[in-house]
């Protein structure tokens, strides 16, 4: 028996609390049952929003009417996912920020999923990294192309590759991962073409043996791109949305 605990506010559960759990179902199983306590597999939702409001029916500050759609969405988030065997829907988290204030006149919103981890600093290695879900790809990346043009289904946090220290992962758009970094133009400059694979049906990301010195953030991020609205989790994972992944911009309009 396979049992995944999650604590309230953290990320993780501590193996000593792994052990006195399992020593505890142990007891209260039937002979021959072994029980394993496992870390739930966190996957994480970055939204990326537009809000529109009528300026005719409100005097509000643009910051008010934003922080009224990050906390209606992050109130959605804790009441409908943020927990094992959920379903985001992009449309019921669409019509939680349009009820935010009655100046909203609609909203949009552009998500990813992420999923993130802390590599060795000092040896190089491998990584599987499974989204469940159908992914999004992009037209085929050519030699050269503007990141304005061009929407990887991946993408990773920056780190340091060779003399670069702002290289990062991108699929490109025909399964296989490229790591590249950005030119003065804002182009996409290949350091090396293959990097891994990208299975755009089952969102399974294979990152060849790759050793990351040195990244940007407290945590080295692969974000993914899913074809549909909705997301969905496998039953030992968590689906989380927080208030620090989401942006929202406000725009005024007069009706």
């Given at each position: ?44 939702i970055e939204i990326t929003g537009k809000v529109s409001y ?202």
């Amino acid at each position: 028996m396979v049992l995944a605990v999650d604590l309230v506010d953290s990320d993780g559960v501590p193996e000593t609390l792994k052990s006195s759990l399992s020593s505890f179902f142990k007891k209260r199983t039937p002979v021959g049952i072994d029980v394993e306590v496992i870390t739930p597999e966190f996957v994480y939702i970055e939204i990326t929003g537009k809000v529109s409001y009528n300026i005719a029916l409100t005097t509000q500050a643009i910051s008010s009417i934003r922080t009224k759609s990050i906390n209606a969405l992050t109130a959605w988030a804790n009441n409908n996912i943020n927990g094992f065997d959920v379903v985001y829907r992009n449309s019921k988290a669409t019509a939680a920020v349009d009820a935010a204030d009655n100046s909203i006149i609609s909203s949009q919103l552009e998500k990813r999923i992420f999923k993130k981890f802390t590599p060795s600093s000092s040896l190089a290695a491998s990584y599987n990294i499974e989204f469940n879900n159908t992914l999004k790809a992009d037209d085929i990346f050519s030699s050269i192309t503007s990141k304005a043009l061009y929407e990887p289904a991946i993408e990773s946090s920056q780190f340091t590759y060779s003399t670069s220290t702002n290289a990062f992962l991108i699929d490109d758009g025909a399964g296989k991962l490229r790591i590249v970094r950005l030119d003065n133009q804002n182009n996409f400059v290949t350091l090396l073409s293959d990097a891994g694979t990208v299975n755009y049906a089952t969102g399974l990301v294979e990152i060849n043996s790759l050793l990351i010195p040195s990244f940007v953030g407290g945590t080295f991020n692969v974000y993914a791109r899913v074809d549909n609205n909705d997301i969905k989790t496998k039953k030992q994972s968590i689906l989380q949305l927080n208030a620090e992944n989401i942006t929202i911009d406000v725009l005024q309009e007069r009706i």
